[in-house]
Structures are given as C-alpha cells and as structure tokens.
C-alpha cells in the first residue's frame, strides 16, 4: 500500500513523461495541457474545414480527442508515431494509424489537408528532413511546435531525449523554398519546470502559482518570461497557391 502511495505521488511531480496533456501529472498540467488548448484554439480559428489530418508524433491520440471534445470534426485523421504501444491506442471511427519514424513518412505527396507536428522535430537526429517531409506530405497547412532550449540547455538543463536544438529561421528558410509563407507565429511562455524548482526551492503548487501569476503583471512581464525556461516557438505555415 505504502509503496503504491509511492509511486502515486513520484507519477504526480515527474518531469518525464509522454507528451500527453491528459494524465494528472505536474508537466501535463504546467506544459502539455495549455499547449495543446493552443494547438486546439489555432485549428479552430485558421484550419476550419479539415478533410485530413496528419498528425506526426500523435502519441495517444491527445489531439484527436481534443480536437472531438471541441466539436471540430475531420474526414479522416492520421496518427503517426514511431511506438507500437502508442499506435494500438489510437481508436476512433475516423481514424487511421500509421506505424514509422518522422525521417520516413509513408505518405504520398499533397494527402493531408493539414499536418500537425507538435513537440517531435527536437527528439529527432535530422529535424530538417522530417520538416521537409512534413511540407512533402501537405497540400494546405502545417501546424508545427517545438521548444526554445538556448537559455535552458546553456545552464546545463538539457533533457537527454531533446538531441536537437530547432531553429526558426532554418524552417522559414526551407518553406519559403517549398513555396510556403508564414501565416501565424507565437510564442509560448510556461513557468519553471520542476526540475529547477527542486534544484532552487523545495517544491509546492503554490509557489508554482504565484510565479505564473506573475508572469501575468504586465509591468514585470519582460523581466519574468526571460526566467521561463520553457518557451514554445508555433509556427502555422501555409502553402502559397
């Protein structure tokens, strides 16, 4: 009993753990949950009408029930991810898996209406390829985040499954060669992540929620993004006709 409490409580404050907004776990809640409701909420303003939706590190299928929950239905919505496990748990009357590596999409030219690829280029030895095959497999938009890490990984936070560092201007560079043009840009902003609130303090909620708290002041808003560690680059990118 005393060891599942245990495991109960290491699971709730982990900082590893899949890229999945819906388990009750500190990194869901402070990182993957407000990233996804973004990815939702820019779908659902620039990408209505979907017809197929290639979704390249779908993991669980997050995306999809999300996307559900919002009522923004697709024709047909592609998973692809590179773990078996994960492809066995997509399910849906729409849905179709596609077991491969983001290098290597098995997707012919021009099938998806929009290509969703959040939080993956990172994990990846060669970033631009899979960004090239990404364009490839798209005949309208690609949807794309990926975290800034400059800050992070020269203080020597580096977590060891982010073996690449993405830069922007690379991808701008290689769509505006593809014939693609930037149609929305953001960055997103997230508190301190776990692992350095244990290095720094001793950890609790609370003090999570006043430095997200302030990072809502506008007068100290410049000063205390620069302390978030955890920053989000989105890029929405369109296919010039």
């Known amino acids: 009993m005393l060891g599942r409490i245990i495991s109960a409580v290491k699971e709730a404050v982990t900082t590893i753990g899949v890229s999945d907004p819906r388990p009750k776990t500190y990194l869901a809640k402070l990182f993957h949950e407000p990233r996804y409701r973004e990815v939702i909420g ?5 990408a209505c009408g979907i017809g197929v939706l290639l979704d390249v590190g779908c993991g669980r299928g997050a995306l999809y029930e999300l996307l559900s929950e919002e009522g923004i239905e697709v024709s047909l919505y592609v998973g692809c991810d590179i773990e078996i496990t994960y492809i066995r748990e997509l399910e849906g009357e729409k849905v ?3 077991l491969c590596d983001a290098h290597h999409l098995p997707i012919r030219r021009s099938a998806a209406d929009l290509v969703v690829c959040s939080e993956v280029l990172e994990h990846l030895q060669k970033p631009l390829m899979a960004f090239y095959n990404l364009l490839f497999a ?3 938009k690609v949807l794309i985040t990926f ?10 936070f ?3 499954e982010h073996i690449s560092e993405i830069r922007l201007t690379e991808l701008i560079y290689l769509a505006n060669l593809l014939g693609y043009r930037m149609k929305l840009y953001k960055r997103l902003y997230f508190a301190l992540p776990p692992s350095i609130f244990d290095k720094i303090f001793s950890f609790s909620y609370r003090k999570l ?3 997200s ?3 809502k002041i506008p007068t100290l808003l410049p000063v205390f993004r620069e302390l978030c560690l955890i920053k ?3 890029m929405l990118i369109e296919r010039q006709i």
């Open 96 to 98: 179709d898996r596609v």
């Open 147 to 156: 975290p800034d890490e400059r800050v992070k990984n020269a203080l020597g």
């Open 213 to 215: 708290a302030l990072l």
């Open 138 to 140: 798209s005949r309208q």
């Open 42 to 46: 820019i779908i659902k303003a620039h």
């Open 158 to 160: 580096r977590y060891p």
């Open 209 to 211: 929620r006043c430095f």
């Open 232 to 234: 989000t680059e989105v």
